[in-house]
Structure formats: structure tokens, C-alpha cells
């Protein structure tokens, strides 16, 4: 009688296969060709081999994973490298657990040996100088017996004065900041305004840039973009795979994850908010000398003699959350709606209206992205339930429907948008191509990954 066998597949790279009970995932993660760290060689004493069991019907792969089906969560030796919290998501070391059933296994980034290759280099393209958060420096009279005018409505009659900007508004963490960077500042300091409506940060003395950063959440990968809003000069690059890949491959099969699995949405929206925030911290991390963390100090230092040859080097920037003040965010539809907490799965059906094709403005600390809590993050429009927000990015740096000429765009993801057109009209049309690009059940495909045909 042959031995049970049971099917584990990983995530994101898609292998899978069958292997028998009783099999360490990290001997299956051999077996199957996926690379997980295990420095101390299976000693169970590196923690570098964490891994998530996901759980839930997963109808696509025709399986339903649960932590359950694997071996007992060892507390002697997992307890040191997994939090309470994590155990209860599903985390597991490789070395330790052992299949006992059908499992789906999320590998983390960290935990990857063979990365992922993901690249999402920005060119250059002719940009007029109006973001939406700006820079104002401000000096203004302290208070006195005579004129004991509130803080805030002081800075509103240096702006009048000043700028003859007039009716501004002011978020309420900002405003509880304001009384100590105005007396920090002796009176004098640099104000960050939204769209010239909404004071958004209020720093002591005098700093002249602010920075943004702008996200493209693929149904594959996601990529940021540090932007310096003063110069729109991109600063840094960094991409990461989206971590939704376990539910699936297209969004099809995350729409059905949803709609299968008891908090499917929320555990995919969570997902993707804690990517972009992986990201956001790449991004940080990357304007710190040889990329250390810290706490790091605001924007706008001085500049150092770091060669010892006489000459200024620019600083490093070393920016904290707080100091990334806008976002900007583009996605296909349904990626748009599982980020939002919306539900997808009229999306998927005919004739597949979204939930809203407005643009909105949305503050970063209600949807639990960690920049500055005041900043608004700007979500691109909708075009239909299949062309979404990030072709509407594409039209917005090409700018067909200012050509005279017929101009053909084509977008290539794991969603494909086209569009065709020109100034007096533009048609928008979209398809699966990733699967066809990615090794979706093709024998002998795979992702971009080590290994895969680069260039």
C-alpha cells in the first residue's frame, strides 16, 4: 500500500506538487524547486524558514488548506522567532512543520533564498512643477496681551498676508502639533499645504522639500516610486511581489477566494495594505547611509565634506513615515476595490460594473498606510470593471487624446489594457496576458525568477 500523499503549493511562485506525509515544508519547498532561507541547516535555531499556512477554500488548485494539516506548533522552538500574533495567522517554521493534509504555504520575502526578479524602473517624462502638496515658509508674531490670537488663526493671516491663500482648513493631528513647531521655530516655520486648501504639517525653521511617493499595485507585482515634490525628480525605486499571489494567480480567482472564504476580502486587503507599507519602508530605508534604519531626522540637511577632499557631498536624506507627506495610488479594478475593502464580485459579473469610477482623496491613516497620518492619499479613477485606475495612469503620462495621429498603447501585466485612439476619440479594451507570460498551468512556465529567460 503506497504512502499518503498529500498536495502543497507555494506562493508566490506558483510550484506545486504532491509530496507524502510526514515531509518537513522545507524538504517539500526542495522537492517542489522553491528556495527558502534555513541558514542553520534544519537545526531549528535561525529562524530564517518562517512561513504561513493559509487557510481556506482555494477552488482554483481544487484544495482547501488549513493550519491544521500540518504537524503541532512546537512551542520550545517556534515560540522564539514567532509572535503570539503570528501563530495566530498561520506562521510556522519550514524546518518544523510537517505536511498532514493539502496545504497552501506563503513564503515571505524575507524568507525567499531565490527572489522573485521584479523590475519597475521609472523613465523620465515631461512633467509640469504642481504637486499637490507644497511648501511654505512662514514667519509670524508670537502672541501678546494686546493680541492673543489662536495659533492656527495666526498662521492663516501670515498665509492671507504672505501667499493670499485664504480658508484653509487643518487636519487634526497636524493642528495638535502646531503650538510646539511654532515655539520650536521661534515663530518662524515651513507649513505643508494640500491643493492650497489643508495644512497638513507644520515644521520649525525653515526646509524647503517634501516628498511623495507613488504606488502601481499589480495583480502580480507592486512597485513605489520616491518622489521629491519640489524637483519631480523619482529619488528610488523598490518592487515586491504582491503578496495576494497565494489566492490566486488573476483576479478572477481572488474574486472567487472572497466569495468562497469567510473573511476572504479582508484578509487579502490586509495583505496588500501590509506590502505597500514593506515598500514605503524600502524606500526609507534607502535614504539612510548604506541603507541602515533609524529614527532618522527630517528632510533638508546641511551639506557634508563626506569625501574629506574639500568638496560637499549631498547629505543623505534620512526621512522618517512622517516626512513622505502625499501618495498617489493606480490599480486594475479589482485590486482597486480588495484595497479599498470593497466588494469585488460584481466586478466578475455581467456586465461588470465597479462599485465607483470617481477618483477619491483618502486619509493614509484610515486605510493603515504608514506615511504622515495628515496626508491624503489621491486613488486614480476607474474606467469599467476591467480597465482600471493604472491605464488611466498610463493615458495621464502618454497623453494620447492630445495626438493628432492614431496612437496604439498596450499595457502588458498579468491584466493587459490597450488603448487606441487619438484627440477626437479613445477606445480601452483589456485581456488576461500574465497567465500566458507567467507559467499558469503551462508545463514548463514560469514567473520572471531565477532560472527564467531575463533578457
Known sequence: MSEKQSMVIFQPSGRRGHV??????????????????????EKMVCGK?????????????????????????????????????????????????????DVLVYVPEESRAGKQVVSKAAREIPITLNPAVKCYFLTVDPPTMATP??????????????????????????????????RDGNWQVTVSVWNDREIIRVRPGHTQRAFGIAIDVGTTTVAGYLCDLTTMAVLDTASLMNPQCKYGEDVMSRITYHMTTEGGLERMRDDII????????????????????????????????????GTDAPPPLCLTREDIEDMTVCFNTVMHHIFLGLDPQFVGLSPFP??????????????????????????????????????????????????EQMQLLIDIGTNGELVLGNKDKLISSSCATGPALEGAQIAFGMRAAPGAIER
Open 149 to 182: 490670537t489662536g495659533d492656527f488663526e495666526r498662521i492663516c493671516q501670515g498665509f492671507e498676508k504672505e501667499y493670499g491663500l485664504k480658508d484653509l482648513t487643518i487636519d487634526i493631528f497636524c493642528l495638535r502639533d502646531l503650538p510646539g513647531a511654532l
Open 274 to 309: 501590509a506590502g505597500i507599507n514593506t515598500l514605503i519602508e524600502k524606500v526609507i530605508q534607502g535614504t539612510f547611509p548604506d541603507g541602515e534604519t533609524g529614527t532618522g531626522t527630517s528632510s533638508g540637511l546641511q551639506p557634508t565634506d563626506t569625501a574629506g577632499d
Open 20 to 41: 507524502p506525509d510526514g515531509t518537513s515544508l522545507i524538504e517539500a519547498a526542495r522537492q517542489l524547486g522553491v528556495d527558502i532561507e534555513s541558514l542553520c541547516g
Open 354 to 403: 465597479p462599485v465607483i469610477h470617481h477618483s477619491m482623496d483618502i486619509r493614509a491613516r484610515d486605510l493603515g498606510i504608514r506615511i504622515n497620518p495628515s496626508a491624503n492619499i489621491f486613488v486614480l479613477p476607474n474606467e469599467a470593471g476591467f480597465v482600471g485606475a493604472d491605464n488611466v495612469g498610463v493615458l495621464i503620462a502618454e497623453a494620447p487624446h492630445k495626438s
Open 49 to 101: 524558514c518562517i512561513v504561513r499556512i493559509e487557510q481556506g477554500l482555494f477552488e482554483k488548485y481544487g484544495i482547501a488548506s488549513d493550519p491544521g494539516h500540518v504537524s503541532a506548533w512546537q512551542e520550545d522552538v517556534e515560540a522564539k522567532f514567532i509572535t503570539a500574533e503570528q501563530k495566530e495567522q498561520g506562521y510556522r517554521l519550514g524546518c518544523v512543520a510537517k505536511v498532514q493534509g
